[in-house]
Antibody, heavy 119, light 111 residues
Framework: EVQLVESGGGLVQPGGSLRLSCAAS????????MNWVRQAPGKGLEWVSY????????YYADSVKGRFTISRDNAKNSLYLQMNSLRAEDTAVYYC????????????WGQGTLVTVSS | QSALTQPASVSGSPGQSITISCTGT?????????VSWYQQHPGKAPKLMIY???NRPSGVSNRFSGSKSGNTASLTISGLQAEDEADYYC???????????FGTGTKVTVL
């Protein structure tokens, strides 16, 4: 069974940093592209970042470009999101999501971790 | 990259069919067959319902179907059931400097 478990969320002050982690199990992690998707309270889904299976390609939403960095450790079956210069508008539940069927969909999701940016 | 446009809400009675639209541009929905649809119940993670415009993952009811015409993709739910009441989001690959974009989301209400 595919399992994705996010951690690292919490309360952080504006301008601060946070590192999210996503522990993967139940599949061969190194074979799959991964993504981070977020959802602000009461709002819709927003794709945040993508990393290919070998880390050779990464992409970011314009809203986080230059502030967030996605990475992965295939030996540890883990995905990460380093978030710097956090803003109030980054407050959201952050989901890690695995490539599903086409390479461009999100077939499996974690339960999410809440990040709150507030003073 | 702007979000894909979906109606804010759609409603129907049990047993009826409803259709949710998802409008983008030639750089995303219209240019590629990489449109997917997600169902999200309150407090839960999203669930993939359709991928590559019209394909259903294993385990998804055949009451859910997808299609595309030009820059607009559609999700149809037939034989509407109470359990279908949820938020629905489309997503597409985009050739812009980013990689993927979601729709604005549609709340489906079963009357």
């Amino acid at each position: 069974e595919v399992q994705l478990v996010e951690s690292g969320g919490g309360l952080v002050q504006p301008g601060g940093s946070l590192r999210l982690s996503c522990a993967a199990s139940g599949f061969t992690f190194r074979n799959y592209n991964m993504n981070w998707v977020r959802q602000a309270p009461g709002k819709g889904l927003e794709w945040v970042s993508y990393i290919s299976s070998t880390s050779s390609s990464t992409y970011y939403a314009d809203s986080v470009k230059g502030r967030f960095t996605i990475s992965r450790d295939n030996a540890k079956n883990s995905l990460y999101l380093q978030m710097n210069s956090l803003r109030a508008e980054d407050t959201a539940v952050y989901y890690c999501a695995r490539d599903g069927y086409s390479g461009y969909d999100f077939g499996y999701w974690g339960q999410g971790t809440l990040v709150t940016v507030s003073s | 990259q702007s979000a894909l446009t979906q109606p804010a809400s759609v409603s129907g009675s049990p047993g009826q069919s409803i259709t949710i639209s998802c409008t983008g541009t030639s750089s995303d929905v219209g240019g590629y067959n990489y449109v997917s649809w997600y169902q999200q119940h309150p407090g839960k993670a999203p669930k993939l319902m359709i991928y590559e415009v019209s394909n259903r993952p294993s385990g998804v009811s055949n009451r859910f179907s997808g299609s595309k015409s030009g820059n607009t993709a559609s999700l149809t739910i037939s034989g509407l059931q109470a359990e279908d009441e949820a938020d629905y989001y489309c997503s597409s690959y985009t050739s812009s400097s980013t990689f993927s974009v979601f729709g604005t989301g549609t709340k489906v209400t079963v009357l």
